[in-house]
């Protein structure tokens, strides 16, 4: 996507897997041989990798002979329809890069994508961050679960792992916290201090000192602020109750009353309509100074430098745990976010397994990162510093921690099999910021959601 909005949206999008089937069966490729021009295409779907890409390019080209086209389509249906089209005229680039955990699969199940499970078995992908590794996995799970891999074989590869992130991350405007007297080197480390950082940046400029956050889509109040919050302070069993089958340790419950009560403190702090702020709007409103925050994700980092905002002008740290919480230093496990896959199509598969595998190399992925500001999917340990630089550096350190206080966006084991983020998000926006309803009626509601969704799936 081209950044955390898109980066959403993409993740729920769905990719027409029928038409790509029909593309796959249309193109007729029957030359897998490898080409000897010692060059390979790769497709994108983010302007604000094309740059970064081309730079790591002309290194490998000067590495190992081999050129590197990059070229980039976007909006996301734009980007779909351009694949579909090259799958019926055999026109598919030699490497795509594609939402992981998701586009790659669909496309990959579809017949368009090379399995890499040979050029990348298990000791490669060690190199990768440990949440991030099975992104474009199919497992026995996942062809259960998923129609649009229920043909493809367990044990295929269909993307490695290029871009990492999570949600949940806050950006703060270093010259408005000056500005009301706060110390923006000393960031809160709790939920009451960021309470308290909003009222004063709300005092000392009353039209443009407070949160931003693009709630139009709903979901992201409950999926950026609201979960971190709760697991922070009720624990991964605690909060994991709440979507229980049995409500009885639900948003109604004492505890989960609790976590609703602290994310009201929110109310008097958004900026005027941001329930109708969209998420790069909402971003590109924090970059402009209307607001003094910002809750984004880590890939949230590129779009604000790419519209305006000083790297050097930003604080940024987690969702801060609240007072007398069971976890006190919250950490945050990466998702993968995109990946890299190799066309079925190609000619060039040998050199475009070369291309992934330098990308995704400790190396390769630091130089990318610098140069996007993008974190990558690769572990980089203790060159992360040298290779990223700090800023970028500082976000990943969010990454590591013990299981006890990570929040894993990614665990979905405890919700019901059809979980409906929206109908949660939309309940949420109606309590804070709206102000519609209050704590008691607002779990109630979250409750009888997830009931029926409980039921829903028998």
Not at 31 to 44: E, F, H, I, K, L
Request: aromatic share 8%.
């Amino acid at each position: 996507m081209s950044r955390s909005s898109a980066a959403r949206r993409r993740v729920f999008a769905s990719i027409a897997a029928a038409t790509l089937a029909l593309g796959m069966t249309a193109c007729g490729n029957d030359d897998n041989a490898d080409s000897t021009d010692g060059s390979v295409t790769m497709w994108t779907f983010k302007n604000t990798h094309v740059t970064a890409l081309e730079q790591v390019a002309a290194e490998f080209k000067t590495k190992t002979g081999i050129s590197v086209e990059i070229e980039a389509y976007t909006p996301d249906d734009v980007f779909t329809s351009k694949i579909q089209s090259a799958a019926q005229t055999g026109d598919l680039p030699d490497v795509l890069e594609l939402h992981a955990g998701g586009e790659d699969l669909r496309i990959g199940g579809a017949g368009l994508l090379g399995d890499l499970a040979p050029d990348f078995p298990d000791s490669a992908l060690q190199r990768f961050l440990p949440s991030t590794r099975a992104a474009g996995l199919v497992t026995e799970k996942r062809r259960a679960e998923q129609e649009e891999v229920k043909d493809a074989k367990v044990g295929s590869l269909f993307s490695v792992p290029f871009t990492a992130g999570t949600f949940g991350i806050v950006y703060g405007n270093r010259e408005k916290m000056k500005a009301a007297g706060l110390d923006p080197d000393s960031p809160p480390r709790t939920w009451e201090d960021f309470v308290g950082y909003l009222r004063a940046t709300g005092a000392a400029d009353p039209k443009q000192g407070g949160l931003s956050l693009g709630l139009k889509v709903s979901q992201t109040g409950f999926n950026w602020i609201y979960e971190q919050l709760a697991f922070a302070y009720l624990g991964r069993a605690g909060f994991q109750a709440l979507f229980d089958k049995d409500p009885a340790q639900g948003f109604a419950s004492p505890d989960g009353l609790t976590t609703l009560r602290l994310y009201q403190q929110l109310t008097p702090h958004w900026i005027a309509g941001v329930s109708a702020l969209g998420i790069d709007e909402a971003d590109v409103a924090f970059a402009q100074g209307k607001s003094a925050f910002n809750i984004g994700g880590t890939f949230t980092l590129a779009f604000l430098a790419q519209n305006g905002m000083p790297a050097e002008n930003l604080v940024t740290f987690p969702i801060p745990p609240a007072t007398g919480g069971k976890v006190t230093d919250l950490r945050l496990a990466p998702l993968a976010l995109t990946g890299l896959s190799v066309s079925a199509q190609t000619k060039n598969r040998a050199a475009a397994i070369k291309w992934i595998d330098h990308l995704t190399s400790p190396e390769g992925s630091g130089a990318f990162a610098k140069a996007s500001l993008d974190l990558p999917a690769t572990d980089l340990g203790d060159q992360a510093a040298a290779l990223l630089g700090p800023k970028l550096a500082a976000l990943q350190q969010y990454f590591t921690g013990p299981p006890e206080a990570t929040y894993d966006a990614a665990d979905k084991s405890f919700r019901p099999p059809d979980y409906d983020e929206v109908q949660v998000g939309d309940p949420l926006v109606r309590f804070s910021p709206l102000g519609e309803t209050d704590p008691a009626a607002t779990a109630a509601q979250l409750d009888k959601v997830l009931t029926a969704m409980w039921q829903k799936s028998g």
